[in-house]
C-alpha cells in the first residue's frame, strides 16, 4: 500500500476494509513478492552450481539435494504466482472496459457516482498483461489526446505535472477512455488537502506554486485545451493527490517490451 492507502486505513482500520484496497494495491503486492522470489531463486542457482553433481561426501550430497528441491519449489510457486497475477490483471482490465467496479471505501466520504463506461473497450485478443497496460496512464498515454499533446510539448514540467493536467482533460472528456475511472475518484481526499503541517503541507504548497505558475498562461495560450474552470487551483490539486497516491510499476516480466512501465491504475 501507498503512504496515502496506510493513512487513511490507520491502525483501527475495520478488517473488511481491506477487501476493498484496490486491486492497484493488490497488484503491488504481487509483483513485490514475486520479485523477492524470483532474487531468492537466482541466489539459489548460483549456490547449486557451485556444487559437484557427482559429489561424494555426505554433506554435499545433502546440500545438492535441498538446494535442488527448495528450486523446484521456487520455481513452481513463482508459475503458479504468475499465473494469479495474470488473472488479476486480466480483472483489471475487464472491471475497467465495463466501467462496473468499485472505488476502495476509505477514500471516499459518500457514494461514488455512477458514470458510463468507457468508449475505449479493451482488446480481448491480446494478453493479460497487454490489457492491464491499456488501463495505466502512462506517458505514452498523452499522445491519444492530440491537442493535449501538441499543447505539452511547448509546456516545460515534470512528468507529474503532465499527468495531473492530463487527469484533468481526462475528467472533462466524457469522450476519454479514462473518463468513467476519473470520475469515480471525485470523492478522493490526498492527505495533502487535509492538513497543512508537515510534509503533507509542503507538498500542498508545492503543487499550489506549480499551478500560480501555469495559470492563467496555459488558458491564455491554449484556451481550448485548458478552459479555466475545469482547471482550477482545486483541481489540479486534487488530481495531483491521485498521481502520487495512484501510481503502480510494472515489472518487466509482466511486459513486451522488457523493461518496466510506471503509470497511474485508477482501479
Known sequence: ????????????????????????????????????????????????????????????????????????????????????????????????????????????????????????????????SEQFLGVLITSESLASDQAFHEASEQIDVNEDVLLTLFLLRAHMLSSSPWHAAIRRLEGFKHPMLLFEQGVYGEMLEEMAEIHESLFPLLTEHFGDVFPPEHFTVDRFLWASGIVEAFRVVVPPRCTSGGSEVEGICLI
Do not use: W
Open 1 to 128: 500500500m501507498t503512504d496515502v492507502d496506510l493513512h487513511f486505513i490507520g491502525e483501527d482500520v475495520d478488517r473488511d476494509l481491506l477487501d476493498h484496497v484496490g486491486l492497484r494495491n493488490e497488484l503491488r503486492a504481487r509483483f513485490l513478492l514475486m520479485y523477492l522470489l524470483e532474487k531468492k531463486l537466482s541466489v539459489l542457482e548460483s549456490s547449486v552450481a557451485t556444487v559437484p553433481t557427482n559429489a561424494t561426501t555426505p554433506n554435499a550430497r545433502v546440500a545438492l539435494a535441498y538446494r535442488t528441491e527448495v528450486g523446484d519449489i521456487l520455481r513452481s510457486t513463482i508459475a503458479h504466482l504468475q499465473s494469479a497475477e495474470l488473472d488479476v490483471m486480466a480483472r483489471a482490465s475487464r472491471l475497467f472496459e465495463s466501467g462496473g467496479h468499485e472505488l476502495p471505501r476509505y477514500i471516499c466520504a459518500d457514494k461514488p457516482q455512477q458514470a458510463v463506461a468507457p468508449s475505449k473497450r479493451a482488446r480481448t485478443d491480446t494478453a493479460p
